[in-house]
């Protein structure tokens, strides 16, 4: 039986009368129904929460940022096709397929924003962050970016672009953030603990180095 | 659709709240098991990105900004389930089998599964006999189109009426505002870069851009 959202109007009060009134308890009752009904193990659901606390997160973004800065051939690839690049380094995982790099400079700032609903390179950076998913950001990113990076307490001069990607069909974007001076001959697992996560999305522009 | 959703450009929203790397992968043990729940159930057929999300669009307004977003994700998977026949209203709410199990569907993924598909990459849809050329190259001026479907689009409100410049291109893709009610329909695909001066009067003056992945049938030729 094919699904038609139309019958969503109607689905949608029928469900918001009946589910449980907590949002824990609500999925707690799908997950159990799910299983009972031979499309879910508990098991997986396990699996998952692990891979995406330990493995599949911001730090393999950093990974990638840092080889960038060691090695130039890299980058240039990074930059021509994001997908195949973070192969390269093992990476993988959800919408990541279609991975657009865009590269801060001294005249250019990057922001990524999905003013839609929350598109995100889940393969690569992880879960978003809770604002990225919010009216606040969603709204504001496309109308008043300077505004919305004060907010992050971020300052971008008159003299320096922003150029804001909204993620509206399946390509995805991750911000490539400038190397810091100071870091010359830093080694890549240095560089990697570098790049914040925030970075990687365009609401941190200049990178901290410890004791500079 | 003409729905809240579609926010990019409008004002009257509480200010951000920042976070940074101190913010937990999960907010509460709920959000780990409803976000991996959707790796790692059985997917209908009909379990599409465009129909999902136009699914979410469906909530009603004043819900779909208050309650926490993988709350929505929940509610409106929920409704994808019960829209194909796998639960009813009451089997979800309850949280309990009525006893019926969908027929034909495969073995549901063990946490072995997980382990061999974590990476897996979706597959990008290549060229097929019949694709249209693009009718735009790259420097073209375009205007978005001014356009208010009452179904799914992924053309924001924010651009329509606005010109723009084709800046990049990635072949024929499937249509989202289609796919979403299942019409087998696939265009060109562009970037397409828009001033905010142009859309915004407020940025006068302003160098600032924003960059949108639009289809073809979003756009009409500029000046």
Redesign the interface.
């Known amino acids: 039986?094919?699904?038609?959202?139309k019958?969503?109007?109607h689905?949608?009060?029928?469900?918001?009368s009946?589910?449980?009134s907590e949002?824990?308890l609500?999925?707690?009752?799908?997950?159990?129904?799910?299983v009972?009904?031979?499309?879910?193990?508990s098991?997986?659901?396990?699996?998952?929460?692990e891979?995406?606390?330990d493995?599949?997160?911001?730090k393999n973004g950093a990974r990638v940022v840092a080889r960038a800065r060691i090695d130039p051939d890299y980058k240039q690839r990074l930059l021509a096709d994001g997908?195949a690049a973070i192969?390269e380094l093992?990476?993988?995982?959800?919408?990541?397929?279609?991975l657009k790099v865009v590269e801060n400079t001294d005249d250019v700032h990057n922001m990524v924003?999905c003013?839609?609903?929350?598109c995100y390179p889940f393969?690569i950076l992880?879960?978003q962050?809770?604002?990225y998913?919010?009216?606040?950001?969603?709204?504001?990113s496309?109308?008043?970016?300077?505004g919305?990076l004060a907010?992050?307490?971020v300052t971008i001069p008159d003299s320096v672009?922003?150029?804001?990607?909204?993620?509206?069909?399946?390509?995805r974007y991750m911000v490539l953030p400038q190397r810091p001076a100071g870091t010359e001959g830093m080694d890549e697992d240095t560089l990697v603990e570098l790049v914040?996560?925030?970075s990687m999305i365009g609401?941190?522009r200049d990178l901290k180095v410890p004791g500079r | 659709m003409d729905g809240i959703h579609d926010m990019g450009g409008k004002l009257g929203f509480r200010p951000i709240q920042p976070t940074g790397d101190e913010e937990p992968t999960f907010h509460s043990e709920w959000e780990g098991r409803m976000w991996s729940m959707t790796r790692a159930w059985t997917r209908h057929p009909s379990f599409k990105g465009p129909k999902f999300r136009h699914t979410r669009e469906l909530e009603y307004a004043d819900i779909y900004l208050e309650r926490p977003y993988l709350d929505q994700w929940y509610k409106a998977n929920a409704c994808l389930f019960v829209g194909v026949g796998w639960a009813t209203v009451e089997e979800v709410a309850s949280g309990t089998s009525n006893g019926s199990k969908p027929a034909g569907v495969a073995a549901p993924q063990t946490a072995e599964d997980v382990a061999r598909v974590k990476l897996n990459i979706a597959k990008v849809r290549t060229a097929q006999p019949g694709d249209s050329e693009p009718r735009y190259k790259l420097g073209d001026r375009v205007i978005a189109r001014n356009i208010s479907p009452t179904g799914h689009t992924r053309l924001p409100a924010y651009v329509r009426g606005h010109p723009g410049e084709i800046v990049g291109y990635h072949g024929v893709q499937a249509l989202d505002d289609a796919t979403a009610h299942d019409l087998n329909i696939a265009e060109p695909l562009y970037t397409v870069r828009f001033q905010l001066s142009d859309l915004f009067p407020e940025r006068a003056g302003c160098s600032d851009r924003v960059h949108l992945d639009l289809w073809e049938s979003h756009l009409e030729d500029g000046g």
């Open positions: 039986m094919s699904y038609d959202p019958d969503a109007t689905i949608h009060p029928h469900l918001h009946l589910v449980p949002p824990a609500r999925v707690k009752a799908l997950e159990s129904l799910l009972e009904k031979g499309l879910l193990t098991e997986a659901v396990d699996a998952w929460v891979v995406y606390q493995e599949i997160g911001p997908a192969a093992g990476f993988g995982g959800p919408n990541v397929e279609q924003v003013t839609l609903c929350s393969g992880g879960i962050p809770a604002w998913k919010l009216e606040g950001y969603r709204s504001r496309v109308r008043d970016p300077r919305v907010e992050f307490a672009r922003i150029d804001v990607w909204d993620s509206t069909a399946d390509l914040t996560r925030n609401t941190n």
